[in-house]
Nanobody, 124 residues
Framework: QVQLVESGGGLVQAGGSLRLSCAASGGTFSSYAMGWFRQAPGKEREFVAAISWTGRTTYYADSVKGRFTMSRDNAKKMVYLQMNGLKPEDTAVYYC?????????????????WGQGTQVTVSS
């Protein structure tokens, strides 16, 4: 059973930075593609970023491109989301997701494992 646990969320002022972490246990993490998604109050969950199993391929939502960077450390079974230049519209619960296949994808329906989420709040 694969478990994903996010951490690093919190309250930050607009323009600030946060680094989210996702720790994986169980399964064969190094072969999984990973993704970050977010859900704001009253809105549907949306794609933020994804990374292939090798880390060589990444995808970003247009809304975060140039501000967020996703990375992974397969030896530590960790993925990260570095968020810079945060805006109030980035406020959401952020979820880490894992996919048994190694290719990075943007659709949440292609992910098999989910964390419990971590709250990010950006004040104006």
């Amino acid at each position: 059973q694969v478990q994903l646990v996010e951490s690093g969320g919190g309250l930050v002022q607009a323009g600030g930075s946060l680094r989210l972490s996702c720790a994986a246990s169980g399964g064969t993490f190094s072969s999984y593609a990973m993704g970050w998604f977010r859900q704001a109050p009253g809105k549907e969950r949306e794609f933020v970023a994804a990374i292939s199993w090798t880390g060589r391929t990444t995808y970003y939502a247009d809304s975060v491109k140039g501000r967020f960077t996703m990375s992974r450390d397969n030896a530590k079974k960790m993925v990260y989301l570095q968020m810079n230049g945060l805006k109030p519209e980035d406020t959401a619960v952020y979820y880490c997701a894992g996919r048994r296949l190694g290719a990075a994808v943007v659709s949440e329906y292609n992910y098999d494992y989910w964390g419990q989420g971590t709250q990010v709040t950006v004040s104006s």
